[in-house]
Nanobody, 124 residues
């Protein structure tokens, strides 16, 4: 069993930066692929970024490429999402997820565990 807890969300202005963190329980975090997804009001949950178990394969949604960076510290059981040049369209609840196969997929159906989410609001 893996428990995930996100933090770092908040209210910012367009152009600002935020760093989200996702702390995972369990001793096998280092073997899991990790992903970030987001859900805006009235919309389906969407892929944002993902990393394989060792960080060797990283993926981003086109909408965040060049602005967001996913990283992980296996020694701290933590994955991060650095978000720069935030836009109002980035407003959403952000979720982290863990994939026991270690791939770091862009499909939410590949993930086994989810956090409770953290709200990010970007004002114009």
């Amino acid at each position: 069993q893996v428990q995930l807890v996100e933090s770092g969300g908040g209210l910012v202005q367009a152009g600002d930066s935020l760093r989200l963190s996702c702390a995972a329980s369990g001793r096998i975090f280092s073997t899991y692929g990790m992903g970030w997804f987001r859900q805006a009001p009235g919309k389906e949950r969407a892929f944002v970024a993902a990393t394989s178990w060792n960080g060797g394969r990283i993926k981003y949604a086109d909408s965040v490429k060049g602005r967001f960076t996913i990283s992980r510290e296996n020694a701290k059981n933590t994955v991060y999402l650095q978000m720069n040049s935030l836009k109002p369209d980035d407003t959403a609840v952000y979720y982290c997820a863990a994939d026991h196969l270690g791939y770091g997929s862009s499909s939410e159906y590949e993930y086994d565990y989810w956090g409770q989410g953290t709200q990010v609001t970007v004002s114009s």
